[in-house]
């Protein structure tokens, strides 16, 4: 805890101011905004790069540099975002979420994602709001562009609304609120921020990891050209955004005439079986006390991460250089120099891993929605970036079907049925 | 014939005219350097009663009785490749990843993109296959007791993508997506072939699982440094084989 909060008061181990460079900004047709970045009263509010896929990417403080440079011409900043026409997002829309908590014209208020949900998602989206190290499970990090509860397959993104439905509800069972009280035209102008972050994170990620595949005679430089940046990058970034419509998952109506308690009993046979292996990790008991120990996506990159700088720190220091060549020091000078800033990093921008039990299904707690609907896409697609899998496939959708019914049962049934594991259920969990 | 190192390859080619419809196939044998750690074994705690009777060990790193080290991953880099017609219909060819005894059955497949690739369970367990592509969509499907599930890859991946299983967490196996058939993956004795390469320079990158992008290797006796496992190599008409090639054993310590 200590550790987490200290980070958000104490400067990021490598700072990197970017300081726009012409020719990366006039290849994305970008002038005036360049001439205006930097020009307020006020010290300008800054995105946070980021520094764990940096160091997970090895960068040199110049690519790091490079990369802030490209993504806050194509992006802008939090007090002033740019969206390219690419992106296909609404910049007026967007004004109204941006910048400080402000009122320009009576009655209109700007600034809502500061106002609303920097504290937990953080200003650069990255869920390292100060709030997050105290919550379970994490505020989401927008940054890789995964969501979990939608009506699109496993790894297509959100509708926009998808998103909306998302802020009107909260998120049942943790700590996201329900944004319900504010009107539809700020709940809309947060979704295309919220996707507007998601972009700007997902199209970081994507320069950072493009570097390992620059052929030798680029000299560890992404070309700042308009083609790359613009046409390869960023258009797939924000195509994925663009055909989440088109994503949608084809639901067959639950037959009308559908006898209810066959049908249960139906689910709950593939629920305890082979085919559909839910028990694995819902447990026997569905308390959600089978495979237990697991992280999501985001968690477990941390724990890889820090396994192999633990490892490779360690192996170093076992390392003998007295029979080093000048070349090959210097090289083993750099891995370590590489380690220590990695270390660090972790430090300071990330929070200690937690690992994601799955859902105790006697609750009645759904965190994507309690409608038979969002339990079929829960089922059919599994949860993007959590360990649960998709049933697509594999599970045809009246079985499908009966899981639902099954699953919606399970919160009555009679906890007798549990047997053995009684003691578990009076235990709450 | 058999050459000697990196360099010799690259030599002799050089006063070779390559004519364009010529193609060549490049061979060679991993061997670890120095002494191999023992793998080490595996828990196999979820569904006890089925995985645990395996003697599962880890297989991050194998090495043959002989030193041969096995999954070591070596594809062409190259973008646009000439492909050789006897090659083209590879594509077509199911590549196959099976859940057996509770571990992935090869640990690294190789698939090009495009290629039907089933992912099977001749287990009598229920598994899941969480496939972490890069570039390609995500994809994490239940996969039945004697049930399997097919996808495909559109685009090709820079680093091999692994492939775990979230109910049995000790599984882990690799798929390296390209999008040419010019790729190998060193069998349990060290050894690996890529046949009907263009003849000519190509760029060969290294890979596997435990070192990353093989930094170095010894060829011939020669050391070799190789930025980001890459390696610029020019294929000849016919065999061209690099012989032996040592992975110091210090890349595989992490």
Redo the contacts between chains.
Sequence with gaps: MTKAMSKHTSTQPVSVRPVLSLHVAASLGLLVTVLAVGCGPTPAASFRTNMVMAAKQRLTTDQERQVATIVEAMFGTPDEPVALPETGLDEAKLLLAAGPVRSDIVGRKNGLYREHCVHCHGITGDGLGPTAAFLNPYPRDYRPGVFKFKSTERADKPTHADLKRILHNGIVGTSMPSFALLGDAQVDALVEYVKYLSMRGETEIKLMQAYFELDDDAQGKLPETREFLVDEVLAGVAEKWKSAADAAIPVPEMPADIDLAASIAKGKELFHGDKANCVKCHGVTALGDGQANDYDDWNKAIVDFGREIAGSREQAAKTSTAEMSPDELAEHKATLAWLEKSRQVLDGDSLRPRTIPPRNLRQAVYRGGRRPLDLYYRIHAGIHGAPMPAAKGTIPPEEIWHIVNYIRSLPYEFDGELGADRSMVASGR | MKFGSFAAVALLLCSTVVSAEEWGTLKGRFKFGGAAPQAAALKAD??AEVCGKHKLVSEELVVGADGGVANVVVFVRDKDVKVHPDMAALKNVKAVMDNKDCRFEPHVVFVQTGQPFVIKNSD???????VQT?KN?????????N?E?TATFKLDE??PAAITC??H?WMKAWVVVRDNPYAAVSKPDGSFEIKNLPAGELEFQFWHEKAGYLGEATVGGKAEKM??G?KKLKIAAGENDLGEIVLDG?MF??
């Design positions: 979820k569904d009598t367990v229920g598994h899941n296959s969480n890069i969509p995500a994809e994490n499907k239940i996969i039945p007791a049930g599930a820079a680093i979230n109910i967490p930025a980001r890459r210090k310590q992490k």
